[in-house]
């Protein structure tokens, strides 16, 4: 708990101490303690109270991050067990097959997030997982043709858990809509004692207001209701009058926490880039690669092809990346998102069609339209080949993730808003970056109304991750001071003293130039064809590993050999070894990454410092005794005395000269064959052929070093 944020936690109260304020179960302490939860966060420190204690509903207004899962998860659940302490003797006789056993249903909008909501139930019901079972239900088709035999499998294996008589439905409005609609689910109007609606403005964005509203015809009269939201809007108040009675209203305002902290860094940093559309695959290679760009990251796009582009590129320049987009298996989708959690690897990109592109361009749009538009849209999602229930901007446990990328601009400010709240969850840090195309007049206004919609930031907060603007960059003076009235200076200072964000980073393009040439030269291998392929190969490995289709292949060889030789046959771009590293000359200024220097290995010396002159035979040399006596007589060195004449040789004077030690003493020549020859040094060894001594000398290392010196000196 110590990487969360202060103003996220409640500082004046723990958990333990809340669980017994609260009166909570004890099995359900146990397992708070044992998800390793030591301060509870401000909406759970409100919420619990109201909720166990004076049994009120809850409408609970905070953004993604907060704790609202655990808020309304341990009311449900101790509900649950404090009725089943209480009457277990008639729990056998009310339980049955047709709902009579469900006390709580959770509403969430995707299927994605009721897996992740199923996942924290059960980490909940650790200790009393034989008293409190839990059954997550979807709607049965998925669209697309083929799918009426999928949906029927998938029907008979959620009917079968209801036959196990769950305590708590986690599922999309869709699907429990159809299995109210066949019937099984008849008993739901005299079990159910809590409804909760996750992710409220989300479920109304997907267009489920009219399956909401005919659920609630199937539910009892009287039950505990939790309503969350990150948003409110006039739609949301139109389903709270439905659901909730009297509700207890808790908002958690960025407001609020942003004059709280006014003196600590946000905890998200926004930034904006205007570039032109063709340089945006530049951008992210630079900042990736030159690690601008830290840690685990989420990129979006708004087209399952731009996500498929995007991967390609990435690709040649060995980046491992994931799409996660709503053409594949929901399987295969939280795979993806395991894969990604345990850190497998470090990007994805993820599309969003259902929630952003098809949702309305302008803000007010959703509002003027009501239910009926979104329902329209919600039919013709369900005719497509993508998955309906989809949905990645929100609600979903994205693990570690230090940045988002906006590579396609969300047209309105919830979009924006759902995809930034994927990173600085929990009170962690967190970056957010937007690439607004500047010939796109459309994305320039959709980036005006974000910056109206986001609180600002004191302008001294600015530059958490590397770059803000200066203090004075926004300020929106544009007359002459002198022709300001004192009120208008006095606003004019008060809005100089903060930044809306997103805020413009301060990035100098023409630095990019350099690189121009490598990622055109790689963006163009990233071809319809290669896209078409590449979505084709996915198909083709999620068939080949299916479990479902394993019995057909063993029926029929024929067709999981012709799978298998397309899937060889695929055409995959080729990646080149040499585009994995960044070459130095292309590095610019001022985004050269520190060079690591290598420690050279340091030389061993030996223990015996002298050397071993007598093995050198270029040292010394030793006559052995043999004389010339017998050989010069009769033997003539003509040309070695120049200037001497042949007959002015005389070999005993040629000898004595040659032994000559040149000190000025005759000696005999005899007594001079026997002496070893050494040349005249310092310290009488002679000088190596080698040149070591010479080198040593040179430098003053060794025994030529000056505390050598000084030490023969001294003796």
């Known amino acids: 708990m110590s990487s969360r944020n202060e103003k996220l936690l409640d500082p004046n109260e723990t958990f333990s101490a809340l669980c017994t304020t609260v009166g909570l179960d004890i099995r359900l302490r146990k397992a708070v303690s044992r998800l390793g939860h030591v301060r509870p966060t401000l909406v759970q420190s409100k919420a619990l109270p109201l909720a166990i204690t004076s049994g009120k509903d809850l409408l609970v207004r905070a953004r993604t991050g907060s704790g609202k899962t655990l808020a309304y998860c341990l009311p449900v659940l101790h509900k649950i067990l404090e009725k089943k302490g209480g009457d277990n003797v008639n729990e056998e006789e009310e339980g049955d097959d047709e709902g009579g056993n469900i006390r709580a249903v959770i509403l969430v909008p995707t299927r994605e997030l009721s897996t992740q909501v ?29 799918s009426g035999k999928r949906g029927d499998v998938a029907a008979a294996q959620q009917e079968a858990m209801l036959r196990d008589r769950p305590d708590v439905i986690v599922s999309t409005p869709a699907g429990l ?158 795979n993806i998102i395991e894969q990604f959690n345990i850190g497998n690897f470090d990007y994805l990109i993820a599309t969003d069609e259902s929630t952003d592109v098809n949702s ?118 544009t007359g ?47 071809t319809k064809v290669a896209v078409r392929e590449t979505r084709a190969a996915e198909l083709r490995a999620e068939i080949l590993n ?59 010396r030996r223990n015996d410092s002298s050397r071993n002159n007598n093995s050198d035979p270029l040292q010394s040399y030793d006559a052995g005794g043999v004389t010339l006596d017998g050989v010069a007589g009769g033997v003539t060195l003509d040309g070695v005395a120049s200037g001497a004449d042949n007959n002015d040789y005389d070999p005993e004077t040629a000898d004595a000269e040659f032994f000559d030690d040149g000190s000025g003493d005759g000696g005999t020549p005899k007594e001079a064959k026997e002496k070893r020859i050494f040349m005249d040094t310092s310290d009488g060894t002679g000088k190596s052929a080698s040149g070591r001594n010479a080198w040593k000398e040179k430098r003053n290392k060794g025994k030529f070093s000056r505390s050598s010196k000084k030490g023969r000196g001294k003796l």
């Open 118 to 146: 199923q996942k924290t139930l059960l980490s909940l019901t650790y200790y009393c997982r034989d008293d409190v079972k839990v059954a997550v239900l979807s709607s049965s088709s998925g669209g697309g043709k083929g």
């Open 177 to 334: 809509l159809h299995h109210i609609r066949n019937g099984t689910l008849k008993k739901l109007k005299t079990s159910v004692e809590s409804l909760v609606v996750d992710e409220a403005d989300l479920i109304l964005s997907f267009g489920y207001s009219n399956d909401v509203t005919e659920i609630m015809k199937s539910l009892p009269k009287i039950f505990q209701g939790y309503l969350m939201s990150a948003t409110l809007s006039d739609e949301l108040q139109s389903l709270k009058r439905v659901i909730l009675h009297s509700p207890a209203v808790l908002k958690l305002e960025e407001e609020d926490e942003l004059n709280a902290n006014s003196s600590s860094k946000a905890a998200l940093s926004q930034f904006y880039l205007t570039i032109p559309k063709k340089d945006k695959n530049i951008v992210l290679y630079v900042f990736l690669k030159l690690g601008l760009l830290k840690g685990k990251g989420l990129f979006f796009v708004n087209t399952t092809d731009g996500g498929y582009r995007l991967k390609l590129f990435l690709e040649q320049f060995h980046i491992r990346s994931a799409v996660l987009n709503a053409e594949l298996p929901l399987r295969s989708r939280l």
């Open 360 to 477: 309305s361009k302008k803000d007010g749009d959703d509002d003027d339209e009501g239910g009926n538009k979104k329902s329209h849209n919600k039919k013709r999602k369900r005719g497509s080949k993508k998955d309906s229930e989809y949905g990645v901007s929100r609600g979903l446990d994205f693990r570690g993730v230090s940045f988002v990328v906006n590579v396609d601009f969300p047209p309105n400010s919830k979009s924006y808003t759902h995809r930034i709240g994927r990173t600085a969850r929990g009170g962690a840090s967190g970056v957010a970056l937007s690439l607004v195309e500047a010939e796109s007049e459309e994305q320039l206004e959709a980036l005006q109304q974000v910056q109206e919609s986001q609180p600002p930031l004191p302008s001294g907060s600015v530059g958490v991750g590397g770059g803000g603007p200066s203090n004075g960059d926004l300020r929106t003076a």
């Open 480 to 526: 002459d001071d002198e022709d300001m009235s004192e009120d208008e200076e006095g606003k004019q200072s008060d809005k100089s003293q903060f930044l809306a964000q997103p805020s413009p980073l301060e990035f100098d393009l023409n630095e990019l130039e350099g690189f121009r040439y490598r990622v055109e030269d790689v963006s163009r291998a990233v």
């Open 546 to 604: 299916s479990d479902r289709l394993s019995s057909h292949f063993e029926e029929n060889p024929s067709d999981l050999q012709l799978l298998q030789h397309d899937r060889q046959a695929t055409h995959v771009s080729k990646i080149q070894d040499h585009l994995k590293n960044v070459p130095k000359y292309m590095l610019p200024r001022g985004m050269q990454v520190a060079a690591t220097r290598k420690r050279r290995r340091k030389k061993v």
